[in-house]
C-alpha cells in the first residue's frame, strides 16, 4: 500500500522557487494498479521521482507499506519512458541488475518463466542498442519483475512505441500484472491508457499538479474495451475533466 | 561482419606500409645522398643489428612507456572519475589543474632531474607530468556528460555509491579513457625520445642520437622505424582493448 499525505514539491531556490506538486493526498490500496493522467509539465513525473525514492527534498508524508519510502529497504521496480536500461551491458545482465544490486538470491526458474512470458529468451546476449524499442521495454519490465518488488512505478512506458506496438505491449503488461498483482503507479498522457490499465485513475492538474478527481475505472479489465459504451462515456468524462484544467 | 572489418583494418595497413615504402625509395633514388638510405638497405640492416645490439634498446623503451602509461592512466583516471563524479571535489581540484595544465614541462626537466637523479624515476615523471592531464580531464568530462536518466534506475534500487561507480561510471567513460590513452600513447613515445638523450645508455631514443652523433644513418633509420613499429603495435592493442569492452558501442 502507498500513503501520500500534504505531498509538496519545489523545484529552484528558496526565494525563487517554482511549485511543481501541491498538497497531493493518495491512498493506492496493495495490488492495486492507478493510472495518473494530466497534462505534460503538470508534475507527473516528479510525483514518480518521489515515489521511487530519487527525489528526496518534499514536504509531506510518503509510505510504502507503513514506512517512509527508502530504495535501500524497499524493492522499487522503475520503468521508464526511456526504459532505463545500461548500453555496456547486454539483456541477460540488464535482467538481473536489479537483484544483483539488491543482493537477493537469483532464482533460475522464476528469470525462465519471466523471459518466456516477455518472449525475449532469445535475445539475452544482444545490447540495447540492437534492440527494437518494444524489445527494450520488454527487457525493462523483466527486469522489473525480477524483482518481485513491493510497488512498481512506470512513467508513460509505452509512449515511443508506435501504436501496434505499443497496444500489444499493453497487453502482455496487463496479463503478467494479473498474475504478481503489484501495487502499481502507472503514469500517461493517454486517455486510452489509463481507462485500458488503470483500475482507478487519477487525474492531474495543470502546474503546479494537484489531484483533480479519483474516479473508479467501470472499464478495467473488461473484455473488448473499446468497442463498449462504458469506455466511450468515460473516456468522454476524463477529456471534459482535463480540457477544464 | 567482424572477421571482414578486421581483415579490411589489416589490408588497410599493409597498404599505407606498402605506401610509405614505395615514396622513401622514390626520394631515396631521386637525391642519392647518404643521409636518405633506400628501405631495402635499412631493413637489412636492421635485421642485422636488431638482435645483436638494438633489441635491449627496444625492451627499455618499452618498458619506460608501459609504466609512464601504466602510473598516468591509474593516477589520471582515478582523479578524474572522482572528480566528475564529486562536485566537491571537482570545484577544488580544478582551478589546480587548470593552473598547472599550461605550465611547459619540459621546462621542469632541469627540477625534476635534481630532485628524482638521471634515472628511471625522473624519466618516468616526465612522461607522467605530460600525459597524465589530458587523462584527468578526459575522464571528467566523460562522467559528467553521462545523462541523468542513467543514473535512475540504479537510484530507485537503491544502488550504493559504489555500486554506481562500478556499474555506469566505469563502464560508461570508458571508451573516451582509451582514447585519451591514445592521444597520451602518442605523447609519450615523443616525450621518450627526448628523455631517453641524457642520463642513460638504453633506449630507443639514445640508440637513435647514438648513431646520428656516429653519423651511421643506416642504424639511425632502422631505429625511427623500430620506433615506428612500437607505436603501430601499442595502438593496434589499443584497438584490439577498445574492440573488446566497448563492443556495446
Known amino acids: 500500500m502507498i500513503t501520500i499525505k500534504d505531498l509538496s514539491v519545489k523545484y529552484g531556490d528558496q526565494d525563487k522557487s517554482v511549485p511543481v506538486l501541491d498538497h497531493i493526498n493518495i491512498e493506492i490500496g496493495k495490488g492495486e494498479i492507478y493510472t495518473f493522467i494530466g497534462p505534460s509539465g503538470c508534475g507527473k513525473s516528479t510525483f514518480l521521482y518521489v515515489l521511487s525514492g530519487i527525489l528526496r527534498d518534499y514536504e509531506g508524508l510518503v509510505l510504502v507499506d507503513g514506512r517512509p519510502v527508502d530504495p535501500k529497504r524497499q524493492r522499487i521496480g522503475l520503468i521508464l519512458q526511456n526504459y532505463g536500461l545500461l548500453p555496456w551491458k547486454n539483456v541477460r545482465q540488464n535482467i538481473i541488475l536489479g537483484v544483483k544490486i539488491k543482493g537477493q538470491p537469483r532464482e533460475e526458474e522464476y528469470f525462465t518463466y519471466i523471459l518466456k512470458q516477455l518472449g525475449i529468451e532469445q535475445l539475452l546476449d544482444r545490447y540495447p542498442k540492437e534492440l527494437s524499442g518494444g524489445q527494450q521495454q520488454r527487457v525493462a519490465i523483466a527486469r522489473a519483475f525480477l524483482l518481485k518488488p513491493d510497488i512498481l512505478l512506470m512513467d508513460e512506458p509505452f509512449s515511443a512505441l508506435d501504436a501496434i506496438n505499443r497496444e500489444e505491449m499493453q497487453a502482455l503488461f496487463l496479463k503478467i500484472w494479473q498474475e504478481h498483482n503489484v501495487t502499481t503507479v502507472f503514469i500517461t498522457h493517454s486517455v486510452d491508457e489509463a481507462l485500458y490499465l488503470g483500475s482507478k485513475i487519477i487525474v492531474f492538474s495543470d502546474a503546479p499538479g494537484k489531484i483533480l478527481g479519483v474516479y473508479d475505472n467501470p472499464c478495467f479489465q473488461l473484455d473488448n474495451l473499446r468497442c463498449r459504451d462504458e469506455y466511450y462515456n468515460m473516456s468522454m468524462q476524463l477529456r471534459k475533466i482535463l480540457d477544464k484544467g | ?249
Not at chain 2, 62 to 82: D, E, P, Q
Open chain 2, 1 to 249: 561482419m567482424n572477421t571482414l572489418q578486421s581483415r579490411e583494418k589489416w589490408q588497410g595497413a599493409l597498404y599505407s606500409f606498402v605506401l610509405v615504402i614505395i615514396v622513401w625509395q622514390a626520394v631515396a633514388m631521386l637525391l642519392k645522398i647518404p643521409i636518405i638510405p633506400t628501405p631495402t638497405a635499412v631493413f637489412i640492416n636492421l635485421l642485422q643489428i636488431f638482435q645483436s645490439r638494438m633489441e635491449i634498446h627496444l625492451l627499455y623503451s618499452l618498458g619506460r612507456i608501459i609504466a609512464g602509461i601504466a602510473i598516468s592512466i591509474l593516477l589520471g583516471v582515478s582523479l578524474g572519475l572522482l572528480m566528475g563524479y564529486f562536485s566537491r571535489i571537482d570545484r577544488i581540484l580544478s582551478p589546480l589543474i587548470y593552473f598547472t595544465y599550461p605550465v611547459p614541462k619540459i621546462a621542469l626537466l632541469p627540477i625534476v632531474m635534481l630532485l628524482f637523479g638521471l634515472g628511471e624515476a625522473s624519466k618516468l615523471i616526465m612522461i607522467v607530468l605530460i600525459v597524465v592531464f589530458q587523462i584527468i580531464i578526459t575522464a571528467r568530462d566523460a562522467v559528467k556528460n553521462i545523462p541523468q536518466e542513467i543514473f535512475r534506475s540504479l537510484q530507485s534500487l537503491g544502488a550504493s555509491r559504489w555500486q554506481i561507480f562500478k556499474e555506469i561510471i566505469i563502464p560508461a567513460s570508458l571508451p573516451e579513457v582509451l582514447t585519451a590513452t591514445r592521444l597520451a600513447l602518442g605523447t609519450a613515445v615523443s616525450i621518450l625520445f627526448f628523455t631517453e638523450t641524457f642520463g642513460t645508455e638504453y633506449g630507443m631514443g639514445y640508440f637513435i642520437m647514438d648513431a646520428w652523433m656516429r653519423v651511421n644513418y643506416l642504424d639511425m633509420y632502422a631505429g625511427i622505424v623500430v620506433l615506428s613499429f612500437l607505436g603501430f603495435c601499442l595502438f593496434s592493442i589499443l584497438d584490439v582493448a577498445e574492440k573488446y569492452f566497448c563492443s556495446w558501442r
